[in-house]
């Protein structure tokens, strides 16, 4: 099988369901894969929660008429570009409740031609998430290893099945392409 890496690269550019593929092959997009906990479907949109690591869950809000159907117990792969990832100075919240949120340290800081790419750890878990927007409430440059607030939009995030099912998946899609 293919690297998630590789699978995501390919889908996010050509689902259905994404707003917007990549802008350049030269897109941060984070990858994690994840059980889906608990499905929620609501008047305007749905909701998949998916266990992500020991404690983490992570929130997906989808639109109503996606044709998709995640159940519980399923592996998937949460694709989340690196644009929607936000991070915030000290440990206290700054924006509203039913977005995803956890606390972490700064682990590396690498320039690009854009700025900075901010690789943040999340306490307690084995991932991290990549960063491209600036650190909002910083009063100075981000160092390594300064406490953040990881918040991370559920609208933005892209979800696929995974293993044997995402290349069929990338299969259907690029059918639909042609």
């Not at 689902?15 to 897109?27: I, L, N, V």
């Not at 953040?148 to 995974?162: G, K, N, Q, R, Y």
């Amino acid at each position: 099988m293919a690297h998630p890496y590789f699978i995501a690269i390919n889908i996010w550019g050509n689902s259905p369901t994404s707003g917007q593929g990549p802008r350049s092959d030269s897109q941060v997009i984070n990858w994690t894969e994840g059980l889906v906990h608990s499905r929620h479907v609501g008047l305007t949109r749905s909701c998949v929660r998916i266990r992500v690591g020991r404690r983490a869950d992570l929130r997906v809000k989808l639109p109503i008429d996606d044709a998709r159907c995640f159940f519980a117990g399923q592996q998937v792969i949460a694709l989340v570009p690196a644009e929607a990832v936000r991070l915030e100075t000290g440990l206290f919240r700054r924006s509203r409740q039913h977005l995803n949120r956890w606390y972490g340290r700064i682990v590396l800081i690498e320039p690009s031609s854009r700025g900075y790419v901010i690789t943040a750890k999340v306490h307690g878990e084995s991932w991290a998430l990549k960063c491209t927007v600036p650190i909002v409430g910083a009063s100075r440059p981000p160092r390594t290893w300064d406490p953040v607030s990881i918040v991370v939009d559920p609208h933005a995030i892209e979800l696929i099945s995974s293993q044997g099912e995402a290349l069929l998946e990338l299969n259907e899609w690029e059918c639909m392409r042609h």
